[in-house]
Each structure stands twice: as structure tokens, then as C-alpha cells.
């Protein structure tokens, strides 16, 4: 099953390819930012925003809260686990 975990931009790692550095659960990782960043909201601007992270891509920002409460739901479902071992690359 794949799902969108959330997940908090920390750094843009390569603004010309907008590619940004996101904590998910404690794992950082890569991502491409394409589908957030717009003319009127730059790569840069994107730090410290929480965004829906789906096989390597930021597909949309959500709040903070918004994020916890997704991230809470998915740990109570169980479901957060394999999302986790799958980004640190454990099968």
C-alpha cells in the first residue's frame, strides 16, 4: 500500500532542481518540491513548512496540525511503520 505520510521540509538542499531535505517521523530524506513551489512562493520559502510526502515528492503542504493528527491516526492504524522502514531503506 502507498499513502502520503507527513512530513516538515528542513533545508533545500538544491534550489535549481528543487529538490529539499524533509524530516519524516525522525527520517531525513531527499524530496522534490515541484508541486508546492509556485511564482509566488519560492523553494526557499518552503522551510518549515509540513507537507504530504508520496513516493518522494511533496504532493501538497498541510498545517501543523493537521500533520499530527494524520501522523497520530497512521501510528494508531499501524500503518506508519512500513512507511518508515521504507523510507530508511529497510525491506
Do not use: K, Y
Request: charged share 25%; net charge negative; hydrophobic share 55%.
Amino acid at each position: 500500500m502507498c499513502l502520503g505520510i507527513p512530513g516538515q521540509i528542513v533545508e533545500i538542499t538544491d534550489a535549481a532542481n528543487l529538490l529539499a531535505l524533509v524530516n519524516v517521523g525522525g527520517v531525513r530524506r531527499v524530496i522534490n518540491i515541484a508541486f508546492i513551489v509556485d511564482e509566488e512562493r519560492d523553494a526557499e520559502a518552503c522551510v518549515g513548512e509540513w507537507v504530504l510526502v508520496h513516493v518522494g515528492f511533496a504532493m501538497s503542504r498541510l498545517d501543523e496540525d493537521e500533520a499530527a493528527r494524520t501522523l497520530a491516526l497512521l501510528h494508531e492504524l499501524g500503518v506508519a511503520q512500513a512507511e518508515f522502514d521504507e523510507l530508511r531503506g529497510v525491506a
